[in-house]
């Protein structure tokens, strides 16, 4: 079949997982490029496809269906200025990484915000990437239309943008703090650069990806940061940094990480910011406390200290990659302390990074039967649905994900 060579390419130029997006968008992209090029016998684009960079390029191109929109998670912008006021360097700007940028509203929106938070043009720079030429060209004509303005957030809209044919576009002065190009993730070094950065955008891209390759693009990742780095990912994709070192910023509705072990949970003012209301208090984990054989709760501050250095000891061995270790001492402390959210939520992390899926789900549920609104429980099985190729049920839970956050005012 035409679509499994093909498939196979993508997978080792982009790595693209066809499962992630389904197989009907690789046919019907291969169909639209065999068209524009001319072809109807399969063989015949074939080699064309293997012996023409340029029209492997315009196939990436089709596959790779921008959907992105300006202030998207708005959390994560304001998470963003926080930790660029707190890292601020004397004489030397803040940079930031968008990858990928797709059609150009995150690092436009990540220029908003930094102004929004009062750092002067001189202050920050903005690193733009994607591997589709298509949506670069779009993201440096900074013309946008409606749909790209959604939610009820749009006090910026007056503020950055000028009335243009066919919409609006960025004013000149946020796309002057903006550098576009081309690149791929795992050729970062090569054709991303050598740059080291204070904030790195990678979100909503690990989900395309394989487990393999998730571990290769967090690799990459992880070297592009700084050592006090912050690294913002997808909803989805929220449970796999911890699997790399990575350590929550706690900044709720975020997904922000850091590279350093250390989490500076303060929160500093933005000045002048219009953004979403400051960052709130760092959210602790909820711990439902353990039935004794009477029935009675205990809910000593002994018990509770025991049971969260416990949670935090079986985090820390899952970070290290000790994953079989990490299912052990979780069901340990399953047998000690009794069932909680967050314990089957660890326990289904690990059997997810061992390979054990099944399992993985199994527990991912029983996490959101004590918590139905555990984000990372319901983060993660979505990513593991996905995979499994449940994009109907994966979809459900993304959903109740976006109506939690539309819930709490975000």
């Known amino acids: 079949m035409m679509s499994d060579p093909v498939e196979r390419l993508l997978k080792k130029t982009i790595g693209l997982d066809t499962a992630s997006v389904g197989p009907t968008v690789v046919r019907q992209s291969v169909r639209e490029r065999m068209t524009a090029c001319g072809t109807t016998n399969p063989e015949t684009y074939w080699r064309l496809l293997t012996g023409s960079p340029q029209e492997l390029q315009e196939l990436i191109n089709a596959v790779v269906v921008p959907e992105t929109w300006f202030f998207r998670d708005r959390e994560a912008f304001t998470a963003l200025a926080q930790h660029a006021r707190m890292h601020k360097r004397a004489n030397q700007p803040i940079k930031i990484l968008s990858l990928p940028c797709s059609t150009g509203e995150e690092p436009y929106s990540v220029a908003m915000a930094m102004f929004d938070a009062g750092f002067g043009a001189q202050e920050f720079k903005i690193d733009a990437v994607d591997i589709s030429t298509r949506n670069l060209a779009i993201a440096e004509r900074a013309v946008y239309g409606r749909n790209s303005f959604r939610g009820s957030y749009l006090e910026f809209k007056d503020r950055y943008f000028e009335p243009a044919e066919g919409g609006h576009q960025v004013n000149p002065a946020v796309l002057k703090q903006v550098r576009f190009r081309a690149g791929n993730l795992f050729d970062s070094r090569a054709s991303i650069g050598a740059e080291v950065y204070d904030v790195l ?186 995979k499994q190729g449940d994009h109907h049920g994966a979809e459900a839970l993304t959903g109740r994900l976006g109506r939690i956050q539309t819930r709490s005012g975000t």
């Open 201 to 386: 955008l990678c979100r909503n891209l690990l989900i395309y990806f394989d487990r393999e390759l998730q571990d290769r693009a967090l690799v990459s990742l992880k070297a592009l940061l700084a050592s006090d780095g912050l690294l913002l990912v997808g909803p989805a994709e929220s449970a796999l940094p911890r699997l790399h070192g990575f350590t929550s910023a706690e900044w709720p509705m975020a997904f922000a990480f850091l590279k350093s072990v250390q989490v500076v949970a303060q929160t500093v003012p933005v000045s002048n910011s219009t953004l979403p209301p400051s960052v709130p208090k760092p959210l602790k984990s909820k711990i439902v406390p353990p039935v004794g054989r009477q029935g009675h709760l205990q809910t000593t501050a002994q018990m509770l200290d025991q049971i969260t250095e416990s949670l935090a000891t079986i985090e820390r061995i899952a970070n290290a990659g000790r994953v079989k270790e990490a299912q052990e001492v979780a069901l340990s402390h399953l047998k000690q302390f009794g069932p909680s959210a967050e314990i089957f939520y660890l326990l289904g992390l690990a059997q997810d990074a061992e390979g054990a899926a099944p399992e993985a789900v199994q527990n991912y549920r029983k996490a959101l039967y004590l918590a139905p609104n555990h984000r990372e429980a319901l983060a993660h099985l979505a990513l593991l649905l996905r």
